[in-house]
């Protein structure tokens, strides 16, 4: 490890280094100043020594990879700010599925169903006919008794939690589904087409009536 | 500058370092290994926050999986009146703010402000207790800072009285009353807990979560009844009840393949939403709890062990006029006149207590006891209800000599509606006895079933005798009193209908009875056993109820689509 280096120490008057001692009172000598000792490197040992660019090197990819932690951990902890948001966005929209599925419970309870149908004036079916496809034999059943002429409307069975639930009202039903329908048809041209040569064809499409199902167009 | 001082101030340097490096091994030593515990517990302490997660207690669903019991999550609206008075002009705040939550919790702004004076002093009143998300997420949005929520898991019945009585119903502590009750293992749930570390600002530190103990949900139940046949059942019963003035009326369907109960309906019947409304007897089920002296029905019974023994066959002959004294027991009576000269499918349609009577001398008092007990009487049924009754069979060797002739026709025991069942089911199912059911499983999360039903039938009688006894329940359908209000166009009904008297203390009641009609349909292969009964406080005949069991027979087959019968009645002597 030392091999590169020049060991140096002040020289004294001594005999035996003259030809080195007269060399340092020549340059002594030139800038006019007393005797001085300088290390002088020999060609070979300057090219050995360390060049600025590995430090500046080693010290940039330092700073890099501390820059670098720095913004994974921001990047990390802005992450855990989404999660928890995204967590509470969650559990709330949980919440309103459950509230929702709830809802649908409560409106397909029995007598929900049995008071609406019996609402919009469907009666209880006296004489139900089955047809059993695997022998096409068409059998019969007694069909439900309705021996006190109030079908599903009776309402003997409560529900405390029908309590202020309306029941459906045909006119204003069909007044919504009319209103869907418009909102359908004005949306629809204004839907954007994929190809212009295809809008005439699109618009000379009939909107499709919510309550009809969609047949298939056949030849 | 000599080396050997430049030694010694190098050597001195070196152990300064030493010692140094010493000291802080050591108290590094010291923090990470030897106190690192004490020391992490005290850091968790200030970061650490424990959460209990909620698990959701199961559902009951019916056979189909419609709803009958649902958890539910609610909120109670607390507020901390130290808080809310500690404010500037806080009376104007406060009743500011409490209007403004009973416009949305339709309460009186006076009741709020009351709780709130109630207790100035107090950081926790509630104002109100349970409400829907939708209520809960308006209160909210007020930011009122004084008000806080409290999640609670609630249970909502959205069918209402629909199988109320089987279903039962949850209390403020816990499960109060029929299969919320006593399946409570399947269903409750247990609470987890997770401990998460937050930063300064509550959100918590990422990947710090460590969940301690899962929650666990409650598992389903699933019951055999079917749910809009419940309810038809249901609302036909109350509407005969209502009718007949009965103080109570059960209905039991049972499916005769395997003992499965498709509908047990009680009136009065809870609504598991509104308990607080309900009468005290409305709480459980009438039909598994209450025993009654069934009266006639028994007497297809008496037939079909008869039978069963070999003593008697359909055209056995009697003579039973209107009354007759038998030996040590006194004058035993029929309710009506008719022929004294019946034959045993006779004395059925004419349910003549005489000639039932006449018929079991030929039969050891001890055997007729076992084919009762055989039928299921004397026993709690296979289904274990809450507070379900066993009735009452008393050994032969108790019956007193009238007791003796009375038991066979229903008098002098007790049976529940669904014994009656299971025993019509007997009879139907060709002599055997199916174990009685109301649960299809309990069905965990991870797709296990336990709780499955019985499957094990035990024959009570032969399946001669079984078809022969439903034979002449048939001859009751199509030439009894009530056949008139008994026929289901296109299907064969075998039935037998009871009045039965009501003892009370010291002998039987002038104005109570237990009206009931059994049976079974189509008649030449049974698929469903109905039982409809109904206590009345009047000197009324079983007549009056049986159009009630012809509407629930033609619902269930309606129901279930049974194929109409394709042979005739057989047409049995029934008198000579």
Known sequence: MSANLAYARPLRNEPSRDADRQHVQQRGAARGRPTHIEIVTTRAQRNARPKLAYSVITIVSLFLIFAGQLLLSIVVSDGAYQLSGLQVQQKDLLRTEQALLEKLQILGSTQHLAANAAHLGMVPGSNPLYLDLSTGAVSSAPGTADPFGCGGGCSVVANSLLTGVPLVDAASAAAQTAALAAQAAAVAPASPQPEALHATAAQSVPIANPDVLPAPLTN | ???????????????????????????????????????????????????????????????????????????????????????????????????????????????????????????????????????????????????????????????????????????????????????????????????????????????????????????????????????????????????????????????????????????????????????????????????????????????????????????????????????????????????????????????????????????????????????????????????????????????????????????????????????????????????????????????????????????VVSETAARQTVEMMEMVATSSGSAPNLQIPGYRVAVKSGTAEVAEAGGYADNKVVLSYAGMAPAEDPQYAVVVTAGVNDRVFSGRIASTFRDVMAQTLTTFRVPPSTTPSPNLPLTW
Not at chain 2, 165 to 184: H, R, S
Not at chain 2, 220 to 230: F, G, K, S, W, Y
């Open chain 2, 1 to 459: 500058m000599n080396t050997r001082r430049a030694r010694l101030r190098i050597s001195g340097m070196v152990l300064v370092v030493f010692l140094m490096v010493t000291v802080f091994v050591v108290r590094l030593v010291d923090i990470q290994v030897v106190r690192a515990d004490e020391l992490n517990a005290q850091s968790l302490e200030k970061r650490a926050q424990e959460l209990i997660t909620y698990g959701v207690r199961g559902e009951i669903v019916d056979a189909h999986g419609a709803v009958l019991a649902d958890s539910v999550e609610r909120y109670d609206i607390t507020v901390s009146p130290r808080a809310s008075l500690a404010r500037e002009n806080a009376m104007g705040v406060i009743a500011d703010g409490l209007a403004r939550i009973a416009a949305v919790t339709k309460q009186d702004p006076d009741d709020l402000m009351a709780v709130i004076l109630a207790d100035p002093a107090s950081d926790f009143e509630y104002l109100t207790q349970g409400v829907t998300l939708d209520t809960f997420r308006a209160v909210d949005a007020l930011e009122i800072p004084w008000v806080y929520f409290e999640l609670r898991n609630g249970r909502s019945y959205p069918n209402g009285e629909v199988a109320g009585n089987l279903v039962g119903f949850i209390g403020t502590d816990g499960p109060q009353a029929g299969l919320e009750y006593t399946e409570d293992a399947c269903l409750a749930s247990t609470d987890g807990v997770s401990i998460f570390e937050k930063g300064e600002d509550g959100v918590r530190i990422p990947g710090s979560e460590v969940t301690t103990r899962e929650p666990t949900n409650g598992g389903t139940l699933r019951l055999t009844i079917d749910r809009d046949l419940q309810w038809w059942v249901q609302q036909r019963m109350e509407q005969a009840a209502q009718q007949l003035g009965a103080t109570w009326a059960t209905a039991v369907v049972i499916r005769v393949s395997d003992g499965k109960l498709m509908a047990v309906t009680d009136y009065p019947t809870v609504d598991p939403n509104n308990v607080n409304d309900a009468p005290r007897e409305a709480l459980g089920s009438v039909a598994f709890t209450t025993p009654y002296e069934p009266g006639s029905t028994i007497k297809v019974l008496t037939a079909a062990s008869l039978l069963d023994a070999g003593v008697v066959n359909q055209s056995s002959q009697i003579l039973a006029p209107y009354s007759r004294e038998f030996p040590g027991a006194g004058v035993i009576s029929n309710a009506f006149y008719g022929p004294d000269q019946l034959t045993l499918a006779g004395a059925l349609v004419e349910s003549s207590n005489t000639a039932i009577a006449g018929f079991s001398e030929l039969l050891a008092p001890e055997a007729r006891h076992d084919y009762l007990a055989g039928f299921g009487f004397g026993e709690y049924t296979e289904v274990g209800f809450n507070g379900e009754s066993s009735g009452t069979l008393y050994p032969a060797s108790e019956w007193d000599r009238r007791t003796n002739y009375t038991v066979q026709f229903g008098q002098g025991m007790t049976a529940t509606s669904v014994q009656m069942a299971s025993a019509y089911q007997t009879l139907a199912n060709g002599g055997v006895r199916m174990p009685v059911s109301l649960l299809e499983g309990c069905e965990w999360p991870d797709g296990t079933v336990t709780e499955a039903p019985l499957t094990e039938g035990t024959r």
